[in-house]
Structures are given as structure tokens and as C-alpha cells.
């Protein structure tokens, strides 16, 4: 089915999903940039924030305070997982690193499925964003549409935050030397807090968003997990940009695959890493020699 | 001096392979025509020798049934209702429920099976055969169960089929659909209950021919595993053969996609006039969603050959309503059969909550295999097996079934509902009408078309 329609729609189709990856690779990779933690909770927190939303939307019936309050919850989250337990891990190896937050996720998603069961929830998104749009060459879900001005909305705040902030310059510093920001005599622990939960914040966010797309439930954190990885990989590790660009790249080819043949999409995406990795080892944008 | 086969002497144990295999094969056969001779005459009957865990996993007070469902992930919802369905049956078994006595007369008087409680065990699958196979191994070296069962996967169903038949274990899958477990998967020591592709299939084509229209355009929506499959390939040819409807596309999602976009995108442009989605549990849930969201269902007509009903409680009557499918169980069908009734109440007043395909499944299988060990007179797992392949009669919740001796399929009925309008619903779980219930015979294969071949009892 190699039609000009089909074609257009699926690439359309892999912005909406490239969108959705990189905001939550973003806060994936600052994460890893600053703190040099690979996160494995990030699916976990993706899922949570889906749910802290739910219920902020079961009680207020509004979408906006839904998307708030998911948000919000992640953000403390992350900061009491940040001073509870990742700071403890810092000078550990990498390998206690992965196995705290592989544990840390763990418990959150076993925890939801405790307090919620199994059965799948959603979010009524507002009529003004519902519905379906005609957009010519296909008809589609209006909320998709704003799932993309919404995370592009976000995206632009993180950037500003981090190039445009006293706070952002500190943490480009400190990808890139965290060694010497202390020495100048800034608390670097403290902007660790801070970066903690604004990558936790940015999942919640994400996943709260994409509950109206895919119903939430206990387990929708562990399959984006796995494309998240694959996203900071192609992008470059510790790389806002180069998240960005992963995700838009990982989301044509899941969409562009899938029309010609399902079955390929996920095998294509690790092709592409692959592929990635031979030519540049360091991701797209990615830095040689960063710490 | 013995000699191998080359003619030259054996040098280290002075005995030849054709002399050992010769002996052996004599040992064999005397064996053979010895034992039942001996049996009859010198043994009680539990002094069997060894198959599986018997005699060792019914020599005490109980005996052990190993239930292995999902309990994560996509069919989380099916498992823990499976789950449900056991429990109730083995507290009505070991307590002597009346409502058993109903099914069969060998059933519900006394407590117990034979005189034996069953205990049980429960294990997550998480779907995946891997995880399954570990977990039943377990219950079947440790525990001695005496019986395993759950699935909601085929995948798994199939895998475990072969576990059963290498391990000498009775096994009964719960819900799976796949024609390869009753067909070129299908094992001595397994027998399947609930309905599957081919049925489903011929008990919805005609609905939906009928219904929609012939010659249709269809598009298919499709779990990438052997249930997806066959239920596809089954459907298609029902729907091609009986009305002359034309497949335009056929989309394989990966079992627990969550975003179905790209497929929906692909169908959208298929020009198909109607959709046959074949996911199941969650899969279903979320691709019926994001189909109503792309507007696909405001064009195109929805139909389920294999449906979960429960679905309609996560996607709402408003999207269901009209929507034909095939299921196992619906609980309004007490309106029509008294065991049905009789067993909602008691799944109700024990879990507060209506029971679904998987509870009746579960309830159902437990209770034809204490049926065939009481007929048995044994938990000798050969004569069991034979107790069933008698293909006696028995008083489902759903009207009279039996086994098929052949592939171990149960010839039951296949339910045809409809999904309701909103306004039509008399409490907030009525979400189906029942179009039909089809008679489960003519609806089936030849026992041989799907390749079964069943093992040895020993």
C-alpha cells in the first residue's frame, strides 16, 4: 500500500511519535549528562506520571489540572528518589547505579499495579482538543495534533531553561566537567536535585500527556523505556539536541517501517542505531571525550 | 565370544549393541504382555507404575494443582479473572457444592476428588511462554501437581502442551484460541474446553454476512503470534467462502503494542468496509480506542471474532454498541441456562464482581477433570486421559459438551452477541445482547485437518 496518502500520513504519524520520544529522552539524557546516572526508572516515572494525572483528573474532571499535577508529583518524586537514594550512588560504580534505578522502577510499577489493578485508565482530553481534524491527505485525531504543540511547548521551556538560566549554564558546565564546577565552588549537589527532578518531570509530563493517546497502566512505561534508550543512543548521549533529533528520527522510522511491513519496525530502529554507532560512535550530536 | 556388528570382539565390555538391544527389546515386550496381567491380578490399582508424579503427587491428603496465568501485561485482566474462576471451583470441590452435582453425577456429593483436597498454587506467566514453562516445571518438581493449567497466550498454551506431554502431566489451557493447540500442536495430555479460531470463525462469518452484506471489502487487525494467525487465516477463508468477501489488509502488531496508529494509518487508507480485530485483552482495548480516535469506525464496521468481553467496560458501550463478536461466556446467558445463573451468583457473593470468559473457562475445565479422575477411578494420569476420551456427556454452564477423543477439543457452543446501544442497557455491566448460540459441532474441522497427531500415554 505504497501511496502517496499512506505515505504523507505515516510520516505525519512518526512527528507526532518522534515528539512524544523526545521529550522523554530529554530528561533521560540531561539526567545522564549531569549526573552521569543512567536512570532505568525513567519508564517507571513516564508511567507514574500517567496515573498521579489520572487521579488529579478523577477529581477536578479538568485535563489541565491533570497535566499539572502529573507533572508536578513526578517532579517531587524525583526529587525525594534524587535525596532518598541516587545521591547515595554517585561515587558507586556504574553497575550499582543501573541496578538501583532498575529496582527503583520496580517498586513504583508494582506499587501502581497494587494501589490501581491491571485494567487500563484514560483521560478525557478538553472538547476543543478532541475530535478528529481532515487534513487532506488523511483525517486525524485531533489531540495527536496537539500532543505535538504541547510538547513542543515543553521542549522549548527545558531549552530555555538550559541555555537561557544561570541554573542551565551550571548544568551545561557540569556535563561537561563536573569536576571543575565544583571547584569553582558551586554546589554541585544541589543542582543534581534539581536536575533530577526536572528529568523525572519531564517523563511525568510525557506520560501524562499520552494518556488520552494510550490508556495508562502499569506496565506502558517498559516498552517506551527500551526506545527511549534507543533515542539518546542515536541522538548522543547527554545531548538535549541530539535527543531531540533521536526522537523525531526513531519516530519516522517506527512509522515509515510499519507501512510497509509491521513486523520490521522495531528490528529497522535498531538497525538505524546500529548503523549510527559504526559511522559516529558518539550519536549524532553527541561530544567525544565528555565525562 | 560376543561380537558387535563389524564381527569384531568388543573390547572393553565383551557385550555387543545388537546384544543389548536385543535384550532390551525382549525385556520390553515380556514386560509388555506381562504387566497388565500383573496388575490385574497381584496389584490394587494405585501400584501403577510411575507416570509423572504418580503415584507420589496423590498418595497424601491432597493433591496439587499448579495455575499459571498472566497476572502483568497485556492479559493481566484475563489471568486474574482466571485465577478467580479456579479458586471458586476448588473451594466448591472441596467443600461438595451442589452446584457441581448439577454438571455431573459423579460430582458434588463428597468432598474433595476422590476423597482428596486439591491445593493449589498460583504463578505469573506475564504472558510469555519462556516464564510459563519455568513456572509449571516448578509446580510439577516440587509440588507433584497433579494437574497444571491457565493461559490465556496460545503461545504459552502451546508451549506447555508440549511440557504436559514430555513431563506426563495433565494440562488444561484456560483461554486459547489459536487452532495449532487442539491442531498441529496439540498434545496427549491436554485438552482444551473453550472455543477457537475455526468456530469462531464459522459462527460469525454467516452473522456478519448476513448482517453487513456480501462481497465486503475487510481489513484485519493482528496479534503477530499463532492465535493472531490462525484466527486470521480461519476467518478470512469463512468470510471469502461464504460470502465472497475480499481481505484488502491484513496488519501484524507485535503482541502488547500500546501505539496502533501506524496500522490504524494503514487500514485507514486500505479502503476496507469492514475491520476485523483479532487482538485481544488489552491489545483490544487500546486498538478499538485509538481506531474510534482516527475516526476509522465512523467509516468502517467493527467485528470480533475472539472477544474478551470485558473490553467494553475499558472502551465504553458508546464505541461498542452494534459491534458483532465471538466469546465464550457472557454472564446475561443465565437468562437462558441455570448453571450459568447458578454459577454468577456464587462468583458474585465470593468476589463482588461479575465473572468473564476466562472465571467460567477455569470453573469448567477444573470441573470435567475432577469428573474424569472420579471416572477414573484413579489419578493415573493414562486412565484419566481415557476417562475423558470417552467423550461422555457433560452439563456445561452453557448447555451439553464432551471431548472429542481425536484432538482433545471440546465440542461446545460458540456465543454470538451484539454490542448494545447505551440507552438499552438495564444495569451499568449489561453491554451485550445475545445474537445467537451456536451448536459447537458443525462448526469444527475434521479432528485430522490441522495436523493433530496425539502422543503415547506413557
Redesign the interface.
Known amino acids: ?1 505504497l ?1 502517496w ?2 505515505l504523507v ?2 510520516m505525519f ?1 512518526g512527528l ?2 518522534g515528539a512524544l520520544l523526545a521529550l522523554i529522552s530529554s530528561g533521560l539524557t540531561i539526567i545522564y549528562g549531569t549526573l552521569g546516572v543512567l536512570n532505568l526508572a525513567h519508564g517507571a516515572l513516564f508511567m507514574l506520571g500517567g496515573y498521579a494525572g489520572w487521579l488529579t483528573f478523577d477529581y477536578t474532571g479538568s485535563y489541565i489540572a491533570a497535566v499539572a499535577g502529573g507533572a508536578l508529583f513526578v517532579l517531587l518524586v524525583g526529587i525525594v528518589i534524587e535525596r532518598g537514594i541516587i545521591r547515595f550512588f554517585y561515587d558507586r560504580p556504574h553497575e550499582d547505579q543501573i541496578l538501583v534505578t532498575f529496582g527503583i522502577g520496580i517498586v513504583i510499577v508494582e506499587l501502581v ?1 497494587l494501589s490501581f489493578g ?3 485508565l ?1 483521560v478525557t482530553p478538553p472538547s476543543l482538543i478532541s475530535g ?1 481534524t481532515n487534513l487532506g491527505f ?4 485531533t ?2 495534533l496537539a500532543v505535538v504543540a504541547i510538547v513542543a511547548v515543553a521542549l522549548l521551556a527545558l531549552y530555555l531553561v538550559l541555555y537561557r538560566t544561570r541554573l542551565g549554564m551550571i548544568v551545561r558546565a557540569g556535563i561537561e566537567d563536573a569536576g571543575m564546577v565544583d571547584a569553582l565552588g558551586i554546589n554541585v549537589y544541589r543542582v543534581f536535585m534539581v536536575v533530577f527532578g526536572i528529568g523525572a518531570m519531564a517523563a511525568g509530563f510525557a506520560g501524562i500527556v499520552n494518556a488520552p ?3 495508562i ?4 512505561g517498559t ?2 523505556l527500551v526506545q527511549t534508550f534507543v533515542v539518546v543512543v542515536i541522538g548522543g548521549v547527554g545531548s538535549f539536541p541530539g535527543a531531540i533529533l533521536g526522537g523525531l528520527i526513531a519516530g519516522e522510522i ?2 515509515l517501517t ?2 510497509i511491513n ?2 520490521y ?2 528490528v529497522m530502529l535498531f538497525a538505524v542505531m546500529t548503523l549510527v554507532l559504526v559511522v559516529s560512535p558518539h550519536g549524532l550530536l553527541g561530544v567525544r571525550g565528555r565525562q | 565370544m560376543a561380537q558387535d556388528s563389524s564381527g569384531r570382539p568388543d573390547r572393553t565390555t565383551g557385550v555387543t549393541r545388537r546384544s543389548v538391544l536385543l535384550g532390551g527389546a525382549t525385556l520390553a515386550a515380556g514386560t509388555a504382555l506381562l504387566s497388565p496381567v500383573v496388575m490385574r491380578n497381584a496389584f490394587a490399582q494405585d501400584k501403577k507404575a510411575p507416570v509423572g508424579n504418580y503415584p507420589a503427587g496423590s498418595e497424601g491428603d491432597s493433591v496439587f494443582v499448579g495455575i499459571c496465568t498472566p497476572r502483568t501485561g497485556t492479559y493481566a485482566a484475563q489471568g486474574e479473572d482466571e485465577i478467580k474462576g479456579y479458586q471458586l471451583a476448588f473451594e466448591h470441590i472441596n467443600n461438595g457444592n451442589e452446584m457441581l452435582s448439577k454438571m455431573s453425577p459423579n460430582l458434588g456429593k463428597k468432598k474433595g476428588v476422590l476423597g482428596k483436597q486439591i491445593a493449589h498454587g498460583v504463578a505469573d506467566s506475564e504472558a510469555k511462554p519462556n516464564t510459563a514453562v519455568q513456572a509449571q516445571t516448578r509446580f510439577i518438581n516440587q509440588n507433584k501437581a497433579m494437574m497444571i493449567t491457565g493461559s490465556v497466550s496460545s503461545a504459552v498454551a502451546v508451549a506447555i502442551n508440549k511440557l504436559a506431554e514430555r513431563e506426563k502431566t495433565i494440562y488444561l489451557p484456560c483461554i486459547t484460541g489459536s487452532n495449532d493447540t487442539t491442531g498441529k500442536d496439540c498434545s496427549r495430555y491436554s485438552f482444551r474446553s473453550c472455543f477457537y479460531a475455526e468456530t469462531a470463525a464459522n459462527a460469525i462469518a454467516p452473522v456478519l454476512i448476513k448482517n453487513l452484506g456480501k462481497n465486503k471489502k475487510v481489513a484485519f487487525l493482528t496479534p503477530d503470534y499463532t492465535y493472531g494467525h490462525t484466527v486470521r487465516e480461519s476467518t478470512q477463508k469463512a468470510l471469502e467462502q461464504q460470502g465472497g468477501w475480499q481481505a484488502v489488509t491484513n496488519q501484524l502488531s507485535p503482541l502488547g503494542t500500546t501505539d496502533f496508529s501506524s496500522y490504524l494509518l494503514n487500514i485507514a487508507n486500505s479502503g476496507a468496509d469492514v475491520v476485523v480485530n483479532i487482538n485481544f485483552g488489552r491489545d483490544a482495548v487500546l486498538s478499538i480506542k485509538q481506531a474510534k480516535q482516527f475516526g476509522i469506525l465512523d467509516s468502517m464496521k467493527l467485528a470480533i471474532p475472539y472477544l474478551a468481553p470485558f473490553v467494553a467496560e475499558e472502551v465504553g458501550a458508546d464505541t461498542m454498541q452494534g459491534v458483532f463478536a465471538g466469546t465464550d461466556y457472557w454472564w446475561t446467558l443465565e437468562d437462558k441456562f441455570e448453571l450459568a445463573k447458578m454459577f454468577n451468583k456464587a462468583f458474585r457473593d465470593k468476589y463482588n464482581t461479575y465473572p468473564e470468559w476466562g472465571a467460567a473457562e477455569a470453573y469448567l475445565q477444573v470441573a470435567m477433570w475432577a469428573d474424569a479422575v472420579e471416572r477414573a477411578g484413579s489419578f493415573y494420569p493414562p486412565d484419566v486421559i481415557k476417562a475423558y476420551e470417552k467423550g461422555e456427556k457433560f452439563e456445561s454452564l452453557t448447555g451439553p459438551v464432551h471431548f472429542r477423543a481425536e484432538d482433545h477439543q471440546l465440542v461446545r457452543p460458540v456465543t454470538i452477541v451484539q454490542g448494545k446501544k447505551p440507552g438499552d442497557m438495564k444495569t451499568d455491566n449489561d453491554y451485550f445482547s445475545i445474537v445467537e448460540t451456536v451448536d459447537g459441532g458443525p462448526l469444527m474441522q475434521k479432528p485430522d485437518a490441522f495436523g493433530c497427531k496425539l502422543g503415547d500415554y506413557t
Open positions: 500500500m501511496t496518502a499512506n500520513s505515516q504519524n507526532v511519535l499495579r491491571s485494567l487500563s484514560s478528529i488523511v483525517i486525524y485525531p489531540y495527536r493517546v494510550a490508556p497502566t502499569p506496565d506502558v516498552e517506551i517506527l512509522s510499519s507501512m509491521p513486523a519496525s522495531q
